[in-house]
């Protein structure tokens, strides 16, 4: 008797345990609270949206336009000064000096030309918000564009970011890091630039960033 009653118990407590529905919103779930674009159709983009542009993008060109003179210069020069001081015409001094800014120069332009071409002047997107395309400027100062899924940008909250300046932008599907940054640069439609960086959607998105 005692062991049909533990099992009419046991099977009592079994039919009053019901499955918890997972009632966490996902993305797909989330209802859209992306209002009219704010930002600027683009002219070269059909269906794209200017969200994001970068304040400084002409001295980024300039950069990349310096550090390529800046590398001729150098390549004209440093045989000459060679030249200069094995026919003893100037001392060893002047020879090591001379060459010593030409390198300075040089590293310092590529350490620009590297941060250029990894800065992201202009972010579009479409009116769902589900495509993006980053425009930055290559080793030349030409403009490069590159379209992709929303879904391959990591959320801001799964990068660490010690630097608030210049925030770092990754994707799952490379291992490279582009930056940008809310400082310099100025967010033309809010609700979209929330959803690309931060992988929600928000209804209150006044002050997010």
Request: hydrophobic share 40%; charged share 20%; with cysteine.
């Amino acid at each position: 008797m005692k062991q049909e009653h533990t099992q009419l118990v046991n099977k009592k407590d079994q039919n009053d345990i019901s499955p918890i529905e997972n009632k966490l919103p996902s993305l797909a779930n989330l209802p859209s609270y992306l209002p009219e674009p704010t930002g600027v159709k683009s002219k070269l983009f059909n269906d794209f949206y200017l969200v994001y542009r970068f304040g400084y993008r002409r001295p980024l060109r300039y950069v990349q336009a310096l550090k390529l003179t800046q590398t001729i210069a150098t390549a004209l020069i440093t045989p000459y000064q060679i030249y200069n001081y094995n026919e003893g015409l100037i001392p060893l001094f002047e020879f090591q000096l001379s060459l010593f800014f030409l390198s300075l120069a040089s590293f310092s332009l590529f350490l620009f030309g590297w941060v250029a071409t990894r800065t992201i002047c202009f972010i579009y997107t479409n009116v769902e918000c589900d495509r993006v395309i980053l425009t930055h400027i290559d080793f030349w100062g030409r403009r490069q564009n590159i379209e992709l899924d929303t879904r391959d940008i990591i959320p801001i909250n799964d990068i660490e970011t010690p630097n608030r300046t210049f925030l770092s932008f990754k994707r799952y599907s490379v291992p490279d890091t582009m930056y940008y940054s809310t400082k310099f640069g100025q967010i033309l439609d809010r609700p979209r630039f929330n959803r690309l960086f931060a992988g929600i959607i928000t209804q209150d998105t006044k002050n997010w960033w």
